[in-house]
């Protein structure tokens, strides 16, 4: 298989030169047979790069760039990684866009040795690690996917299709589905990818450029052989050992080549190792609420603007306490269910833990024990699992074995059907296998199976001999050198060891003589001679180390023979092992909304196949988190009813058409509502006293304002493109939500764009809407369009300042009061003065001669106010200024009192 990249490369690899070392022909062969990647060379201790490897890694890391000897006349630059310390430094290569071939060595270099003097240690790539065929935990997020997607053309009908396939081989889970050309950023967004494979053949086509415009997805080009439909059914019934893929359903052929795509990719990554992918689901088109990217950004659903998951949803919404809850959790919010009935029993299972909070809080501390099964369980099938992992499959099934026993206890399974069928999930491994699993496994479990040591003592009794030949070494050798040190009456004898001589018996040279002596000199042999000791050997004590040294190598084989056993059993039980963890994780979904939902005074949606949307004492739940958090007063709630009007015409929702200043809450009121809807149809309760939600196919978001300078976008081509998407895809079943249409450009050209907008939603898409702006005169149309209503946020003027109550109700603000918040902001007080009077004049309406006088009568650079010599004076003022209280009598004082009381009625009159 060819392969093309968009990432980092380097010059191809020289070939051996006449002079090359047999090491350095070695590792340039296979630095030739791997073009893509950077090789991570194993020699020792040490992962080594050499050449542009070495320089391209060396500025990468920050690692030191050496040299080690010459080829063709040259210095060969060389830079290294500590084995122990390679997970790190690979996830800073991958973040860079790399990809690392891992060459791993295969055998002992002492058995090379025996070879001959020349011989090169067998070396051989064991993997490929890229962005998207990560398994290691050091180098995933445990609680968020790691996908590889495969997107493959199908032209053969009027309309392009697409079929785009997934897989996270750290879990094992693979989906597929087919579709528009449209809906193709919308999935890619849904499943955020971290690597993306495409077809030679059609890597130009629009839809599948459109997706790399930012490089935030690696992509990577394969040969168009890569993506053959006809051998990729043949690749998935090897793969999944099966005469046909019916079970799966009827796959077109553009999904058949995007799955083979998938799964030749992840055979050649993983040098051969079977991955255990589960049987592929398939998308069936409406099955979920479709988001397109913009929107997703906007309402921040799973991760901030920033890229993080902190201010999300899903960060405020994740009460789960398992890793694979989590990403449960994430998938429902990123991806929210569209048929009502599935949504009820979602909603069914939460209530039951609603409701039953003793059964909440021991099964949520339960879970709180589960490992991640499924990660563990993809590393012990790609041969690279530790006995840690082989433990965490224990401690699961453990886990599973206590939840099924609280669910039976409490008798809430035939409840709710989800909690029924979890309850069946947890059933499904063998409990044979958490019996041997027990048996075998030591309870405290080093991390890596070369170490050996995990292996319970009793286990095995070949395995307690070695190890207690091996253990008990120290004793045997203590014994040997008493009896020695009596037979030679050298009572400073002692036995050492060391890597060079192995056991030895050394004494002080004064003592050595007697050694050298008969009938000493028959047992003991000389082995070495320094300045104040001597070293001897004797028979007995080289046959008691090869003893000792078979002894510890007989442990190790055996734990690595009963590793294997176990690895096999577990991989034996994938399909049980992969419905327990699934159980879990939705058990554990359940009872977090359960306990978001009691701590934060959410309430059960009522969902159904209705238009309705119908909102009471709503609050926007990251935005209340917020407010908690930081102890600043409760959010203030409201309402919001988008429902088709009992007199109104079937089928057409209402439009709210949103007034008031900046400042006052439009934009999260709005988001408020989107995010009430998604976390309904995510199977969630929902932040608000009342809510009535008929579902919705699609939800669109234009709020805020950002550009695209990558492409060449000004913030208002941004807004005009989002929401040409929006007017050419929002149907009936939709709920949109708009802000400051028309923002960007002039005024009446803004007005008159938000004006036929409201007319082509009401008109043509017929959805349900909020439209926020701060063009008033859009209040007209309320007045025009039957569905049209108009709301406001309400505020209250005190003592020359605005206050913001964020209330919403029926009616039209009259006033922006953006001037008022730019003093809030912290404008200079000659900027607002300035600014206040601008606008009076504006408002005024002053025109001369049919023209308007503002840039003659109001210079627009003027920045300070007037000299305070031209302010005008006030004569009570001055008055008063000039009056000293102290130097004045009673009477003096009642005079001017009559005095500024009679001038201040001649100024009134």
């Not at 005095?899 to 009625?905: C, G, I, P, S, T």
Request: glycine share 8%; hydrophobic share 45%; net charge negative.
């Amino acid at each position: 298989m060819t392969e093309v990249t968009q990432d980092k490369t380097r010059p191809a690899a020289q070939p051996p030169g006449p002079g090359a070392t047999p090491m350095m022909a070695q590792y340039l062969e296979i630095r030739t047979a791997n073009p893509d990647c950077l090789l991570f060379y194993r020699m020792g201790d040490f992962y080594e790069l050499f050449f542009e490897d070495a320089v391209a890694a060396s500025a990468a890391l920050g690692i030191a760039l050496t040299k080690r000897g010459q080829h063709r006349g040259e210095d060969v630059p060389m830079a290294g990684v500590p084995v122990h310390a390679a997970q790190d430094y690979l996830k800073k290569l991958i973040a860079l866009g790399y990809r690392v071939a891992v060459c791993e060595q295969m055998e002992d270099p002492a058995e090379a040795k025996k070879r001959g003097s020349k011989a090169v240690v067998k070396r051989a790539v064991t993997r490929h690690v890229t962005p998207g065929t990560i398994t290691e935990d050091g180098l995933l997020d445990a609680r968020m996917h790691h996908a590889l997607a495969a997107i493959a053309a199908d032209r053969t009908g009027d309309t392009p299709q697409y079929a785009i396939a997934w897989t996270d081989i750290s879990t094992g889970e693979v989906e597929v589905g087919t579709f528009s050309a449209g809906g193709v950023e919308e999935e890619i967004a849904r499943i955020t990818p971290r690597e993306i494979l495409v077809s030679e053949a059609q890597a130009d086509y629009p839809a599948i450029l459109s997706l790399f415009r930012n490089d935030q997805v690696s992509q990577t080009v394969l040969s168009p052989s890569a993506f053959d439909s006809l051998a990729a059914e043949d690749l998935l019934k090897r793969h999944y050992g099966v005469a046909t893929l019916d079970g799966v359903g009827r796959l077109g052929r553009a999904e058949l080549s995007a799955l083979g795509a998938i799964a030749g990719y992840v055979d050649r990554t993983q040098a051969g190792k079977q991955a255990a992918l589960a049987l592929p689901r398939r998308r069936r088109s409406g099955d979920i609420m479709l988001i397109d990217p913009a929107t997703r950004a906007s309402l921040e659903l799973t991760r901030n603007l920033k890229g993080e998951r902190k201010g999300s949803l899903l960060s405020v919404a994740d009460r789960t306490v398992t890793a694979a809850g989590s990403r449960l959790l994430a998938t429902r919010i990123g991806g929210p269910a569209t048929e009502p009935a599935e949504i009820n029993r979602q909603l069914d299972a939460v209530g039951i833990f609603v409701e039953e909070a003793r059964l909440r809080a021991d099964l949520r501390a339960t879970l709180r024990a589960a490992p991640d099964m499924m990660r563990a369980l993809s590393r012990l099938s790609l041969e690279r699992g530790s006995p840690r992992d082989l433990g965490a499959i224990r401690t699961g099934l453990n886990a599973a074995r206590e939840a099924a026993v609280r669910l039976d206890e409490a008798e809430v399974a035939l409840k709710a059907a989800p909690i029924e069928a979890a309850g069946s999930g947890l059933r499904q491994p063998d409990p044979a296998l958490l019996s041997t699993l027990g048996d075998a496994l030591a309870d405290d479990l080093p991390p890596q199976r070369r170490d050996g040591g995990f292996v319970k003592a009793g286990y095995r009794p070949a395995l307690d001999e070695a190890r207690r030949l091996r253990d008990d070494s120290r004793k045997v050798i203590a014994a040997l050198q008493e009896r020695y040190a009596a037979d030679t009456a050298v009572k400073a004898l002692k036995i050492k060891h060391n890597n060079v001589l192995g056991y030895f018996v050394e004494v002080t040279a004064q003592n050595a003589d007697r050694l050298f002596k008969p009938p000493l000199s028959e047992t003991f042999i000389h082995r070495q001679t320094l300045a104040n000791a001597v070293r001897f050997t004797t028979v007995e004590l080289g046959a008691l180390e090869r003893k000792i040294v078979a002894a510890g190598d007989e442990a190790l084989a055996i734990e690595q023979a009963v590793f294997a056993e176990l690895q096999q059993a577990v991989i034996a039980e994938t399909a049980a092992l992969r419905a327990c963890s699934e159980a879990l994780a939705a058990l554990d979904v359940y009872a977090g909304l359960a306990e978001l939902a009691e701590s934060e005074g959410y309430s059960r949606p009522t969902v159904d196949a209705s238009l309705t949307f119908k909102i009471e004492g709503g609050r926007h739940p990251v935005v209340e988190d917020a407010l908690n958090r930081t102890h600043q007063g409760p959010f203030v709630t409201n309402d919001c009813d988008l429902s088709p009007a009992e007199d109104g015409p079937p089928g057409k929702g209402r439009m709210w058409l949103l007034t008031g200043p900046n400042m006052a809450g439009k934009s999260t009121f709005l988001r408020q509502n989107a995010l009430i809807a998604v976390l309904a149809q995510a199977g969630s309760y929902v932040p608000a006293r009342t809510a009535h939600i008929g579902v919705a196919d699609r939800l669109f978001s234009r709020v805020g304002a950002s550009d695209d300078l990558a492409q060449g976008r000004s913030t208002f081509m941004v807004e005009m493109v989002e929401t040409a998407a929006i007017l050419n895809q929002a149907g009936p079943r939709a709920i949109v939500i708009l802000d400051e249409i028309g923002r960007g450009t002039a005024t009446f050209d803004g007005l008159s764009i938000a004006w036929a907008a409201i007319e082509h939603l009401h008109e043509v898409n017929h959805c349900r809407v909020l439209f926020a702006t701060h063009y008033h005169e859009l209040t007209a149309l309320s007045g025009m369009l039957p569905r049209v209503e108009n709301a406001t946020m309400r505020v209250r003027e005190w003592k020359g300042e605005v206050v913001f109550l964020h209330e919403v109700t029926a009616g039209a603000a009259d006033r922006s009061y953006g001037i008022q918040v730019a003093k809030l902001a912290g404008l200079p007080p000659a900027v607002v003065e300035r600014a206040k009077d601008i606008l009076a004049r504006l408002e005024s309406g002053e025109r001369g001669e049919g023209k308007a006088t503002l840039i003659d009568d109001l210079p627009l650079f003027s920045s300070r106010p007037a000299p305070a010599a031209a302010a005008h004076i006030d004569p009570l003022r001055e008055r008063l200024d000039a009056i000293h209280p102290d130097n004045l009598t009673p009477r003096e004082a009642l005079e001017i009192v009559y005095e500024l009381k009679a001038a201040l009625r001649a100024e009134i009159t």
